[in-house]
């Protein structure tokens, strides 16, 4: 092997592990994010259990001012 060859090895050795790296990051990188969301998720998800339950408790008391009403 000549001198060439091996810094050529040596270069794409360098190469691979950088690329190793760059890719292990962005996954680290996407999984926090893919955490974050699903926690995001599950907040909006509450919020909107607690509106919709709101919204139940002032048709219940519309209905029963209008049975108030019609007597």
Known sequence: MGIDT???LFAALGAVAGIYVKMSNDVARLKSR???LELNDNDTRKQ???IVDSIHK???TLAQLLAR???
Do not use: A, D, G, N
Request: glycine share 0%; charged share 35%; aromatic share 0%.
């Open 6 to 8: 091996v810094i050529s």
């Open 34 to 36: 893919v955490i974050q």
């Open 69 to 71: 009403l019609e007597r």
């Open 48 to 50: 909107l259990r607690e």
């Open 58 to 60: 002032i048709e219940l």
